[in-house]
């Protein structure tokens, strides 16, 4: 029907038509499929929520007398530093290190990413390795994005292909990466924007691949690899969406281009920090089947239930859930209402999209091919004693 | 005068001290959080009135911090009153005043800290 070069060509010529996942849904209801595909060439996806498995790689230019650095800190969180002598990892959840009777502040790695992407300074401790090569014992200065050499996230899992619904069945409120689980089933929290949600929009992710140019935090970025954790072989409905956790993928771009407004520190009362990420994804049109998949509803769309009181690897669910009782505010539980609330912020998942939309629109993001696929047959490793294979039914 | 062991031990009400000025010979200022038995808090009152303490009553109220508010929605579902609720058309979040008791769950449940009181 159309190929990635044909798209390319007519969003260079400002002639596309772009719509949002959102625009394309309501036009599928009315129009049918066939009609539609014959009409759009591109169909822009997009979330907001936390995505705590991301960080930043920081190079920092060396000192003299140069310096190999072993333990360092942005605004008193530790970052990685066991590889080159100024190459440095700070990860979104690392916490501040609380001095003696200190309390320890509701600020974590993800705050610094956002503080240094806003060009905020942001205080840098460091410990070195005296060797011949690098004499120096320690360092401390203030940086800036300005002042520091490559600065580019890269999020070992990000983009969750479908996610769970978190309850507690408990007696005690519990403190979770999903926020307070109150007792007793008081609420209940999905994170998954759910059918405006990329990956459900594509579900065999038969669009993207490694190399796939996407809207990383408000700049440009790119699928670096399969994610963590990535479990394409999670059980599916006939629409081909998974019922629970599936697909992750690895995401890659330069945080000097981002902005603030699509990278947020975040903190969880009682769990630690996370970073909140804006991330979009566009799908070229090229046959009818994209249409089909991306007019999947939230009504065909579920995730599974699930009981935090039981602090196991697998907990029991109570079942599963659709994202259309999900977004309606309340879902039943062993016979209970239960009233539920997002953690991803659908609000801002829509404006990821749309900006994404204006983008291609301006001729200022182009569709890529994926230069490898995603593996689709990963099985998921626990471990356990046992080495059972998990199969998440 | 042991304004705030008064109130504890004669009408068993919890006096919060949010701010303090007092100092020898001048009139000073206490701003208190007072917690209780909604009877025993308008005699409570009462009595500080007879002892010629000046009252004036703030009540607390939440407040949101719109340039920070990322409209994720995760305190609509600890708010006991559904003062806060996302729209259904814009997905914004939706604070309806009236409709708070300043139970302040939302408080400690917001992850990107855009609620506050003002006390």
Redesign the interface.
């Given at each position: 029907m159309r190929t990635v070069t044909e798209i390319n060509d007519k969003i260079n010529r400002r002639c596309a038509v772009v719509w949002t996942v959102e625009e394309l849904k309501a036009r599928v209801l009315t129009a049918g499929v066939t009609r539609i595909a014959k009409e759009v060439d591109v169909i822009t996806t997009g979330t907001?929520?936390?995505m705590e498995s991301s960080g930043a790689i920081i190079n920092l230019g060396q000192t003299d007398p140069p310096i190999k650095i072993r333990r360092c800190w942005l605004d008193g969180i530790p970052a990685y530093a066991g590889f080159g002598a100024v190459d440095l990892y700070l990860g979104a959840t690392g916490a501040v290190e609380a001095l003696d009777g200190e309390e320890g502040r509701?600020r974590g790695g993800g705050h610094v990413i956002e503080d240094l992407i806003a060009n905020k300074p942001v205080q840098l401790r460091a410990i070195g390795q005296v060797t011949d090569c690098y004499p120096r014992p320690s360092f401390e200065t203030i940086i800036t994005r300005e002042t520091i050499n490559q600065f580019y996230l890269f999020n070992p899992r990000n983009l969750y292909q479908n996610f769970i619904v978190g309850v507690n069945g408990g007696d005690r409120p519990l403190f979770t990466y999903l926020?307070?689980l109150?007792p007793r089933l008081?609420?209940?929290?999905y994170s998954n924007p759910g059918a405006i949600s990329p990956l459900l929009n594509d579900p065999d992710l038969q669009l993207l691949g490694v190399g796939t140019r996407i809207f990383l935090g408000g700049g440009i970025g790119y699928v670096a690899w399969e994610g963590t954790q990535h479990f394409p072989l999670q059980k599916r409905l006939p629409n081909r969406t998974p019922v629970g956790p599936a697909a992750t993928l690895a995401l890659i771009g330069d945080a000097k281009q981002m902005n603030p407004r699509w990278v947020?520190?975040?903190?969880?009362?009682s769990y630690g920090p996370?970073l909140?990420l804006g991330v979009g994804v566009a799908m070229p049109v090229l046959h009818e089947e994209v249409i089909a998949r991306c007019a999947v509803q939230d009504q065909d769309l579920v995730a599974p239930v699930v009981d935090f009181s039981i602090p196991r690897r697998v907990r029991p669910t109570f079942g599963l859930v659709s994202y259309a009782q999900l977004k309606s505010?309340r879902i039943a539980i062993d016979g209970k209402s239960v009233?539920?609330?997002?953690?991803?912020?659908?609000?801002?998942s829509?404006q990821v999209a749309l900006e994404l939309k204006q983008w291609i629109e301006a001729g200022t993001f182009t569709l890529t091919e994926p230069v490898a696929p995603i593996p689709m047959d990963r099985s998921f490793l626990p471990q356990d004693r046992w080495g059972a294979q998990m199969t998440l039914d | 005068m042991p304004v705030t062991y008064r109130l504890a031990k004669d009408f068993n009400v919890a006096a919060n001290i949010i701010r303090a000025a007092v100092a020898p010979n001048q009139i000073g200022k206490l701003v208190l959080e007072l917690a209780g038995d909604i009877d025993q808090l308008d005699a409570a009152i009462d009595w500080m009135r007879s002892q010629n303490i000046g009252v004036s009553l703030a009540l607390g109220e939440i407040l949101i911090d719109e340039d920070t508010c990322v409209h994720c929605g995760l305190c609509t579902g600890v708010c006991p009153t559904e003062a806060l609720t996302l729209n259904p058309e814009t997905l914004r979040l939706t604070f309806t005043r009236s409709r708070c008791i300043v139970c302040e769950q939302c408080i400690p449940t917001c992850p990107v800290q855009a609620i506050s009181t003002n006390l």
């Open positions: 907001f929520e936390p509701e926020g307070p109150q008081g609420n209940a929290v947020r520190g975040c903190y969880f009362k996370s909140m505010g009233r539920v609330a997002p953690l991803a912020s659908l609000f801002l829509r | -």
